[in-house]
């Protein structure tokens, strides 16, 4: 099936300094990639739709300045929080379709664990 | 914003016993799919439904779908302490091409050995 990696599986890092976090699809291409954050014992909630070759579109209340997305290759998107700060600990988890089909089943990462101190 | 509502939030049971979840969406859609999460890990797609399909199986599990109430379940049969996990339904909501889902806010399933 579908695999989707991302690196780092967990990162611990100091207030005011930047994390990127790659998120790959390995035996597929994807135009389309999805950023996810969770918070514990609670649900996904959209970032932002990472799409190659083009800029990313941001859900509604998430600052697109601190949270950069790019997505250089068919099969990378990064996410980097930007000047973190502790409430920005959380799951970061992304996704993709494989392929565009009728059906959105998404494959998904398996997270990254994000602890700013 | 999530426009799923699952309930139980939370649903104990005992292995060997069916456990049933319910989801509740707000806006039409084009199909509805349950994922599982292990904690602390990624989602597993388990099944999808489509809009025009009202009862779904794979193995030990059974997907009903209800447009006209937006409503959905998920049963599990004959559970396995192994099934614990949360349990996330998600719609699917299309934007400018791109394909994005809104999920719902999870139920958290124990099976007791």
């Known amino acids: 099936g579908a695999v989707v990696s991302q690196h780092p599986s967990w990162v611990i890092c100091k207030s005011g300094t930047s994390v990127k976090i790659e998120c790959r699809s390995l035996?597929?291409?994807?135009?389309?990639m999805f950023w996810y954050r969770q918070f514990p014992k609670q649900s996904l909630m959209l970032m932002a739709t990472?799409?190659?070759?083009?800029?990313?579109?941001?859900e509604q209340g998430v600052e697109k300045d601190k949270f950069l997305i790019n997505h250089a290759s068919l099969t990378l998107s990064t996410l980097t929080v930007t000047s973190a700060h502790p409430e920005d600990s959380s799951f970061y988890i992304c996704?993709?379709?494989?392929?565009?089909?009728?059906?959105?089943?998404?494959?998904f990462g398996p997270g990254t664990r994000l602890t700013v101190l | 914003s999530q426009q799923g509502e699952e309930d139980p939030q939370a649903l104990s049971i005992q292995e060997g016993e069916n456990a049933t979840m319910n989801c509740s969406y707000k806006t039409s859609i084009n199909n509805l799919q349950w994922y599982r999460q292990n904690s602390g890990r990624g989602l597993v797609h388990l099944i999808l439904?489509?809009?025009?399909?009202r009862e779904k199986h794979s193995g030990r599990l059974r997907v009903t779908l209800d447009t006209s109430k937006k409503s959905s379940s998920l049963l599990i049969t004959a559970s396995r302490a192994a099934d614990t996990a949360s349990y996330f339904c998600?719609?699917?909501?299309?934007?400018?091409?791109?394909?994005?889902?809104?999920f719902g806010q999870g139920t958290r399933l124990t099976i007791n050995p």
């Open positions: 996704s993709a379709p494989r392929g565009y089909t009728r059906d959105n089943e998404q494959f």
């Open positions: 998600a719609t699917d909501r299309r934007n400018q091409g791109a394909q994005k889902l809104v």
């Open positions: 439904i489509r809009s025009n399909e």
């Open positions: 035996d597929f291409q994807a135009t389309t």
């Open positions: 990472s799409n190659e070759g083009s800029k990313a579109t941001y």
